[in-house]
């Protein structure tokens, strides 16, 4: 399963932090630091819009 579909459903609360832990194989410490990485990668991944006159 996709890493980023488990916490997706555990961010929308569909799944406890540990049941996200257990599917994705990882200790709780590891998970949050996994988190953080994708909400970065989606503010990293936005495109700037480019301001023409």
Excluded: F, W
């Excluded at 540990?18 to 495109?47: F, W, Y």
């Amino acid at each position: 399963m996709d890493k980023r579909k488990v916490i997706a459903a555990y961010r929308s609360g569909l799944i406890s932090v540990q049941e996200c832990a257990q599917i994705l194989g990882i200790d709780n410490v590891h998970l949050i630091g996994l988190m953080r990485e994708t909400g970065s990668a989606k503010r990293i991944a936005k495109p700037k819009q480019s301001v023409r006159s």
